[in-house]
C-alpha cells in the first residue's frame, strides 16, 4: 500500500498565494520552474528603466533594499 503524500503549503504561503499577482507568479513557478528566470529578466528591465528614469537614486534604494537578502546569503555560506 502505498501513501500519497501532498505539499500543503504553509499559512504564510497560502497568504502570499493569495495576492493577484504574487500569488500567479508563484503558481507559474511551482507550474514551471524555467519561468523564473523570465522574471529575472523582467525585474532586470524594470531596474535599468528605473535608472533611466530617475538616475543614481534608483540604484541606491535598489542597493539598499537588497541588503538584508545578502545578509541571509552570507549567513546561508557561513553556516557550518
Known sequence: ???ATTNVPSPLGRHA???PVLGQVIRDIERDT???YYLLVILL???VLAVQTWGL???V???V???PVMFVILIFIARP
Open 17 to 19: 498565494r493569495a495576492i
Open 57 to 59: 537614486p534608483a540604484l
Open 61 to 63: 534604494l535598489t542597493a
Open 34 to 36: 524555467n519561468s523564473i
Open 65 to 67: 533594499a537588497l541588503v
Open 1 to 3: 500500500m502505498t501513501l
Open 45 to 47: 528591465t524594470a531596474l
